[in-house]
């Protein structure tokens, strides 16, 4: 036909100058394109997951920040409360030690004017202590039996003898019943010590008109000392003397006293007495 081109057998055929593609080739591109969108959507809904976990994961980190923020923020509070204190306990401390200081030195001076208290006592102890020895050490008497008159005192058994006449009774001396300025008790006939001390004590007696002889003893406590005696009077000898002494340490409350067994004669001229003073104290 005329206007129209032949091809050859086996030759290519001219696209361009083919008409509209096949529908099956159609198909199978939407086909591709649907797939294609698919596994974008797939991709996207991935990723829309890993950016709301990503997004909670900030969220939680900036909520912890908050909290430690917060914490911080306390912490320094705290600091700053704790640093306050410690400037005011310093301030008390220094304080305190200024007071101890005071009271320290104040300490010192009261031990100080202690001492010299406490010396001075003893000061004026050792001059009480010596007055007092002084005054202690003044002990002495001496008596005789009768104080008038003469003749024999007599016992069958020892008693104690009571000398009337007194010729010197110095020291102190007290009973429970009696008090005087004295170291030898008339009413009793006793000594009584006053003090710890040694002591010297003698005794002497007289013999006449007797038929029963004499023994005196010089007593301690009524504890037996020593001791004179002499058979009875006889004409040939119608006169005797009898004597005896002794040096004692007595305590303080020791008694003293010279006992009789038969008969003692005294007289105006005091022939039968009693002695004793102190030789000093212990």
Not at 36 to 63: C, D, F, G, I, N
Not at 87 to 114: C, F, G, I, P, W
Not at 144 to 161: I, K, Q, Y
Request: some cysteine; aromatic content about 6%.
């Amino acid at each position: 036909l005329k206007g129209t081109t032949q091809t050859s057998p086996g030759a290519e055929p001219d696209v361009g100058e083919q008409g509209p593609l096949p529908l099956q080739d159609i198909w199978d591109e939407l086909r591709e394109l649907r797939d294609t969108v698919v596994e974008q959507k797939v991709e996207l809904r991935y990723l829309t997951e890993r950016v709301t976990a990503a997004e909670s994961v900030v969220e939680a980190l900036e909520m912890a920040n908050a909290g430690t923020l917060n914490l911080v923020a306390a912490m320094e509070a705290r600091m700053t409360a704790a640093e306050s204190l410690a400037e005011e306990l310093q301030t008390v401390n220094d304080v305190a030690q200024e007071k101890l200081s005071t009271l320290q030195q104040r300490l010192t001076a009261d031990e100080t004017h202690l001492e010299e208290l406490e010396q001075h006592q003893e000061g004026k102890g050792s001059i009480k202590e010596e007055a007092a020895n002084a005054v202690l050490g003044k002990v002495a008497f001496s008596a005789s039996l009768l104080e008038s008159g003469e003749g024999n005192t007599g016992s069958d058994v020892f008693v104690p003898l009571v000398y009337r006449n007194v010729f010197t009774n110095i020291g102190n001396h007290s009973t429970p019943n009696h008090s005087c300025d004295c170291s030898f008790l008339l009413v009793l006939g006793y000594f009584t010590a006053a003090v710890r001390a040694l002591y010297y004590f003698s005794f002497t007696g007289h013999v006449a008109h007797t038929e029963s002889g004499t023994l005196m003893r010089l007593v301690k406590n009524e504890d037996f000392i020593v001791a004179s005696g002499d058979r009875r009077t006889t004409a040939e000898d119608p006169e005797d003397n009898v004597a005896n002494g002794v040096v004692l340490q007595l305590e303080v409350g020791d008694v003293v006293s010279v006992q009789l067994s038969g008969e003692i004669w005294d007289d105006q001229y005091h022939r039968t007495t009693f002695n004793g003073f102190l030789l000093f104290p212990l």
